[in-house]
Structure formats: structure tokens, C-alpha cells
């Protein structure tokens, strides 16, 4: 999917609402050079309303991406959703310097919205990606074993010898 199929052409547009879909799918990310997906199939639906001044443009994703689990290493399936308000306006010059405002030249016949899906579908998955099936307990990975006798709070269950100088100094915390 190149970044060409993203530009809206709005010159021969009468003023008022429209609407268009678009299907972004991994190829998409690839052309950002962006390799965090498995896969992606995200239905964007864009609605445009057209007025002699300006553009407002709306912008729906829903979909899912595949991505690993930050925890198990193990491939999933993570629904994402997001919207993002954009409005274009026309200058002496092209200036995207705001992200709610876009600023493209007179003469400019479409406008190309591939960025802003870009960003807004990556800033729409979690920093912390983990399994289904790890929140409910119900996965079993070597991975997570692994994490599981690594876990510093499982120690409190050994009693361990401690140094009396310490303990004399543990008397002096105070429980709230």
C-alpha cells in the first residue's frame, strides 16, 4: 500500500460532508520503515466536510494489529481504536508544524493524510503490550517461568539471615 493512496483530492468537490474508507493493512507500516506489526488490518473511515475556507477532516481507525507479547514473546491479535480531528486550512506555504492544523498551499488541488494515520495508529497501541492469556493466568510459556523464579517477591517466602545490625534499624519504621 503506498502513502500515494492517502491524498484526498478535493478540488472537484462539491462544499459539504463526504466520506472515504481506506483498508491499512501491514504494507502501509512497511513504507514508514516501521517492523513492530506482524500484521495489521485496520479499517479507516475519513469524513471530510468541505467549506470555502477550510477542511475538517475526521479520521476513524478500528482494527487490530498483530504484535508480540512484551512478556511471553508470543504473537497476538490487539484491537486498537482511535480517532483524531484534523482541519486543513490554505496559506502562502505548507506547514504541519501543528498537529491539529495543516497548512497547505493555495494552488494545492489534495491533501495527503498518510502521516497522520501513521502516527495516530501508532501512538493508538499500548506501550506495554501483553497476552490475553497472560492477564488471565491461563498461559503457559517457558518464558514465564522463567520470570516467575526470577521474581525478587518470591524471596520473602525463604527466610534468609540477615545482618542483626539491619534488623535493629527495621524497628525503627513506623506502619501507616
Not at 481507525?61 to 497476538?76: I, K, M, R, T, Y
Not at 484491537?79 to 480531528?85: M, R
Amino acid at each position: 500500500m503506498k502513502k500515494k493512496e492517502f491524498s484526498i483530492p478535493f478540488s472537484g468537490l462539491k462544499q459539504g460532508k463526504h466520506e472515504f474508507e481506506y483498508e491499512v493493512r501491514n504494507e502501509f507500516f512497511e513504507s514508514f520503515e516501521y517492523n513492530e506489526f506482524n500484521d495489521a488490518n485496520i479499517d479507516l473511515k475519513v469524513e471530510m466536510n468541505k467549506t470555502s475556507t477550510m477542511l475538517e477532516l475526521v479520521l476513524n481507525a478500528q482494527g487490530h494489529v498483530n504484535v508480540n507479547c512484551d512478556l511471553s514473546n508470543e504473537p497476538f491479535d490487539l484491537s486498537i481504536g482511535d480517532k483524531l480531528e484534523l482541519v486543513v486550512k490554505f496559506g502562502d506555504s505548507f506547514n504541519d508544524e501543528n498537529d491539529e492544523i495543516l497548512i497547505i498551499p493555495h494552488g494545492e488541488h489534495q491533501v495527503n493524510i498518510a502521516q497522520y494515520v501513521y502516527e495516530m495508529i501508532v501512538l493508538a497501541v499500548p506501550h506495554k503490550r501483553v497476552h490475553p492469556k497472560v492477564l488471565d493466568g491461563s498461559m503457559k510459556s517457558e518464558a514465564l517461568e522463567k520470570l516467575k523464579n526470577l521474581n525478587p517477591n518470591s524471596a520473602k517466602d525463604n527466610k534468609e539471615e540477615t545482618d542483626p545490625r539491619w534488623d535493629a534499624l527495621k524497628k525503627l519504621k513506623t506502619d501507616k
